[in-house]
């Protein structure tokens, strides 16, 4: 009988950081899950973080369809979820660097999130 490896449990550090983005969002609210903690605006997962098998942290979030191939390119610490078109995510580690995945986690709330509350959401001008 193969044995059950166990998922570390994520820093409550990292957990309070990430809530502290997300809570800020008009109905954004954190909730246990089936492994770690997401945080959701009504039925719509903004952000999942979790431990995985392989001892890893890692943090899932959606994306602007055209930006998933960006991040499936950029590799780690990113990936492409393999469930849900636009779902992509980061290792997080000592390295992470928290206000770029803030800046994540601003754009995958305004894509999860109904039109009346993104449009309530300060985000950075694009340059270009």
């Not at 550090?13 to 990430?18: A, D, P, S």
């Not at 000592?94 to 986690?105: I, K, P, S, V």
């Amino acid at each position: 009988m193969a044995k059950k490896v166990e998922r570390p449990l994520v820093p409550e550090e990292w957990v309070r950081r990430i809530g502290a983005v997300l809570t800020a969002f008009p109905r954004c609210e954190e909730e246990p899950a089936w492994v770690g903690t997401r945080w959701r605006v009504g039925s719509a997962t903004v952000a999942h973080v979790f431990g995985g098998e392989d001892q890893l942290f890692r943090i899932t979030f959606r994306a602007e369809t055209d930006e998933v191939m960006a991040f499936q390119h950029l590799g780690a610490p990113y990936f492409k979820s393999e469930w849900g078109g636009n779902v992509v995510g980061m290792i997080l580690d000592d390295d992470t660097d928290w206000a770029e995945l803030a800046e994540l986690l601003t754009d995958s709330y305004c894509v999860q999130a109904p039109g009346h509350l993104a449009a309530q959401v300060e985000r950075p001008p694009v340059v270009g």
